[in-house]
Every structure is written in C-alpha cells, then in structure tokens.
C-alpha cells in the first residue's frame, strides 16, 4: 500500500479488504502523512503493523512534515505539511526519522518514488523514469507509489521497455523472464479518475501481482479534511480521484 | 536445459520423459507422467539457443502466462510451467487429429467444412470469452478430439486482453504465419478477436477449394498485400461450393473486421444454420475485383491500424446471439406483444445482436402415412410464417433474424438444447398465467429458467391482463 496520506477511512478499508483477501504480510511505501485529516492515525497503524513484522519505507511528504521543510512544494501541498507538522507526537516523529529509503527483500526492492536516486522523490510516470529505475536495481521486481496513478512497467530480456494499465482484479504474473517495475496507485488520495482506493497484493508463491480498488467512504474523509481547516481543494479532489 | 540432451526416464521436477513426440518448430515435445497425475500429459521445451530468434524465447513466457489462466474443453489443460533456469510446459496430451491432418484429401465435402469450422468457431468463441485472442490460428494448431470439440493449441504468439501483451512491446514486425494472417495483424493491431475469425476464413477457404487464399507468402512485406487484393472466389475453385458456404468464407475474409461476423459464436451459427444464412452479393461472386477498383484500395489502404476503442469482452457483449422462444397458440396473443416489446428492448441495447426465433412443434409419435407427413410438413410451414409475421413487429434487419421450428414433445428441454447447442447468450420467452394445463405439466419457463446454460428474461403480462387458457 502506498500514499495513504493520512485518509483514515480509505486505509482501515483497504486494510479490512486486505485481512478479507487472505493477505498476511503488509509493505507500506511512504507518505503516511499529508493531505489527508488524520496522519496520526495512519502512522500509529503503521507503527503496530511494523512492529507485527510489515515493511515501511520513506515518503517525501514525512520527510517534509518532520522537518517542516516545503521547498519545491506547491501552496496546497505545503499548507497541508505546515498542518502535519504540528499533528504528529514524538513517537511518530522518531518512527518517520528512523525509517529507510529502500527496502530489498529476496528479490524485491521497495521504495517510495524511484529506485534511481531515491532520495530525488524522481517521478514514475512513463517508460523514461521508468527504464532508469529497472536500471538501478537488479531486482526481478520493484514496488513504488509517489505519482498516485497505478501502472506496470517492464523490461525484457533483450532490454526493451514496456508499459501496462493494469485491469482491477486481474492477477498478473510477474513471469521470471523479465524484470518489473509495479507503481501502485494511491490508498488515500488517487488520481487516476477512480476515487476508490487502491493497493496491490503480491502472492509470492507464484508470483502473481492483482491491483484492486477499494470503495471507501469518501464524505467523511473529505469532511474532517474542510474541518481541520485544510485547503479545500484536498477535500474535493477525493470525490472525483483526480 | 538443453532440449537435444534429453532421454527417455530422465525426470524433471518429478516428471518422468517417457518419449518424444513430433517436435514443432520452437520446442521439443515429450509425453511424461507423473506419480498422482492420471490425464496422458506432454512437456513442451522450448528450443533455445544462444542467439535464437528472441520469438521464441518471449512466446514461450506468453505461453506459460496464457495457458495457465484458460479452462474449459477448447484448451489443453494446464498442469505446471518451469522455472527461469529450467523452462517447460506440462500440459494435458490432447488425443484426436490435427486439423492439418484433413488437407490429405481437400476440398471436403461442404458439409464436412462447416462441420469442421463450426467446431474450430466454437473454441474459438470460448477461448474469446477468456479473454484471449489466439492470432496464430492454423491448422496444425486445432485437434479434433475424438468426441468431435476443437481444441486449440499453442498459445506462443496470443494475446490476453486484460494482460501485457509482451508479444507487441518486443517486436516491431508484424506477427503471425503468412497465409493466415489478418490484415490488421498486418498492420499491427493484436487486439482484435475477429483477427481470430480470418484465419478460420482462409481454413475454410483451403478446405473448401483445397487451396490457399493468399498462396504461403513468406516475408512481412507480401502479407500487405491482402489489404487490397481479394481472393479468387472459392466457388470459381470448386463448382460444388453452394453460394451459402462462399458468403460465410468470403464474409470471414474480410479486410475490414468489422465487416466480418461481430463473434465466433454468430459464425457458428451462421455455419449449423446453412438454409438461414443471408446471402449478399458475396454469395454469387465469380471473379476477383477488376483490377482498377484494387488499384484504388491499394492507394487508399492503411498504414496502421486505427486505434482500438472496445476491449474484448466489450465487443463480444454488444453482439450476443438473442433466442426469441414464441409460443403461437392463438390465446397467448397478448403474451407475443409483451415478449416483442422485451425483444426490441435487448436488440435496441447490442446494435450486433442476431435473433433466433424459436417455436416448438409437437412432433407426431410415429409418422404414419405421408398424408400425416405432409400435414407435419404443412405445420412447419404454417408454423415458420407465423414467426415471421411475428418478428416483423420487430422492425430488425432480415440478416438479424433467424426463424426455426423444432419438433419436440418437450419444449422446455427443447428450448434449453437448442441453446446450449447454438451458443445462446439470451433467452427471452413468456410465461403463462396460472392455468390448469400449467399445473398438470408444469411451467415450460420455468424449467428453462432452472436449466439453461445462459441469460432467461421470462416475460409475463401485467396483472389483470393475463387471459385465461381456453
């Protein structure tokens, strides 16, 4: 699951449909905070399922909200970090200080934005970012969020490059001919047109990746986003998933 | 693991080689068994070598992707795929006769064409509602199993509609075996399941005439050529051809898809009903466009293919095949308006539906004399026009429709037959009101209802107009 940006509702229900669908391990990518209402919430339940053995990764908005720094960021995005900011308790403050860029486990590689240059918050978007990702890594399969739009990228073995919109519940198989690159979409504030939240489940015997779209309550997430005083725009934004 | 060092009793991860088989052109084939595992089985081993052809290499992965996802009679049943380091296939031997195997001794008889192609336009109509398009369609690549389905096989160059398609991000040739080919496949375009329905076209078409429709051109540069140039029309090749049989070839070998049968399962259709096939100007065709006319498609022919707007399974549902089952006893009148006014409402929904109209004669126990038989013979008659006069109320285009009377003693099971036989994708018939023959028979559509193998509207009349049966 990635950006989850603080949408307490669209994460307690991809995680009910997740605990629904037989998964038993959670890796979470980064940006628990920003936009959304209640980070505290979603970084606490980070927390527990970090301490249960799941895997979290940095995200460039708890960062920004550790440091209070908005450098690069536009007006909307930089209200909401300065609001952040103040929420978070000191346990969620050493939790973000302490979490890593990069996770690799067996053959796979989890980051937030890119594999080049994690540290950049470097865009996943077409084949370009994407190609420069796969070469980063000799991971057979990287998992990353940050753009907020689903997407599966691929490299062959003669090293071309491809891309793929993934259909909603169609499980795909990461076949070991070639390696992949798996942009997951957003729990918490999506963009791709489809307000449902969305997250990835792995099944690791075979190999086989499945996105799928949870519905959510999106009125009571965009409401304590207007009562907590956050730019509106973070609150209609949810309705439409753009 | 290298295919040529294989032998009899070797085992791979638990599979024991029992012996070759007929290797194909891209991989080695061995039956092998397997402790716990009763269905007769083959491996398929990819041939690969240093610097092969990358086709083989990127088929073999979309094989191993495909298969493992198809079910159902028209497929060899998956049983395992090897690893990166050791790549293989295990799936169901498939017992019966290559398709190639019938090119011995073409042209066939046109019956045993569409026998055959209906078989072949089954399969595929299964393998399309999987979501998968073969687009390597040939006959070697269709068994006949013993029981008479077909069965598809080699999925190396296919495409899953819901999957990357590895096939097209790897190269940027066209792919597909010359003679059978579609010209958008020509063009690029793997999305489209009527690419499917051309090569069943161009099989019928050599089965039919014993030749081919676009000779065996071997580079990517000549398969162009089928986007201007019509073939010799198959009757011009076999006198014994009947004009039905050339309007569904030449109809399969359309250059644009569209004008083609909108689904295998129409095709079929189109193949088991050849007294109801609606001939055009295909059907009567002796000679090939004069040559200005495919000058000009040659100016005016595509360099790519248009973009694709519909997925598959979005295709496959704007043309259903509709069965219309009209009971025309004289006191179910009012039953026939409410059941058209249904029927024009799915029409209206699928712009590429057909419709099956469909009434079920009593059929005499024993045909006694021929003055009975001419009278049952007079029934059918009377029976088919009633249909039509029927359907008229419809205002649908005569090659939309189709009128059968089938003589059964029991309609129910009648109905459900015919639908499973023809492929139905809807079913929409009337109910009775409560009567005393309903409850000593019991309710036809309910019996349907319970049993078909598809979609059952069952249309009633509004309370307070249903009549009483006389």
Known sequence: MSDIHGNREAFAACLEHAAQNGVDRY?????FAGYGAD???????????????????????????????????????????????????ASQRDFIAALPLVVEEDDRLYVHASAFEPERWNYVTELYSASKSLMATQAHATFCGHTHVPALFHMSLTGKF?????VERVEIPLTPQRRWLAVLGSVGQPRDNDPAACYAVLDDARYALTYVRVPYDVESAAQKIVDAGLPTVLATRLFDGF | ???????????????????????????????????????????????????????????????????????????????????FERPYIVMEYVAGRSVRTFLERVPLAPAEVADIGARIAFALHDLHRQHVIHLDLKPSNVILRDDGEAVLIDFGLSRHDQLPDLMAEEFDDPIGTGPYVSPEQVLRDRGDPRSDLFALGVILYFLATGERPFGEPMRGG???RRLWRDPVPPRRRNDKIPPWLQEIILRCLEVDPTERYATAAQLAFDL????????TARASRLERDARLTVFMRWLRAPKRAPPRRRTLSGLLAGAPIVMAAIDLAPEASGLREALATAVRRVLATAPGAR????????????????????????????????????????????????YHVIESNDPAAAIIDYARHTQIDHIVMGARGSSSMRRLLGSVSAKVVAEAPCTVTVVRLPAGETQPAS
Not at chain 2, 272 to 279: D, R, S, W
Not at chain 2, 382 to 388: E, G, I, M, P, S
Request: hydrophobic share 50%.
């Open chain 1, 27 to 31: 890796v979470f990518l980064g940006d």
């Open chain 1, 39 to 89: 980070p505290g919430w979603v970084i606490d339940t980070v927390m527990a399922r970090v301490a249960d053995g799941a895997v979290a990764v940095l995200g460039n908005h708890d960062a920004a909200a550790l440091a209070n720094k908005t450098a690069g960021m536009n007006d909307v995005a930089a209200a909401a970090i300065a609001w952040t900011h103040t929420q978070l308790d």
């Open chain 1, 162 to 166: 491809a891309s793929f919109v993934p």
């Open chain 2, 1 to 83: 693991m290298n295919a040529k060092r294989l032998e009899a009793g070797q085992v791979i991860d638990g599979f024991t080689l029992e012996g070759p088989l007929d290797p194909g052109g891209m991989a080695s084939f061995w039956r092998v068994s397997r402790a716990g595992t009763d269905i007769p089985m083959v491996m398929k081993i990819p041939l690969m070598r240093r610097g092969e052809d990358p086709i083989t290499i990127v088929g073999f992965e979309v094989e191993q992707m495909i298969l493992a996802r198809l079910n159902g009679p028209h497929v060899p049943r998956f049983v395992a795929a090897g690893d």
């Open chain 2, 222 to 224: 000549e398969w162009r």
């Open chain 2, 272 to 279: 088991q009903h050849p007294e109801q096939v609606a001939l």
């Open chain 2, 355 to 402: 419709l099956a109209c469909v009434n079920i004669l009593k059929a005499p126990q024993v045909v006694i004399d021929t003055e009975v038989d001419a009278q049952g013979r007079s029934m059918h008659l009377q029976r088919l026009v009633a249909l039509k006069h029927w359907a008229r109320a419809l205002a649908a285009a005569d090659d939309r429709v189709t």
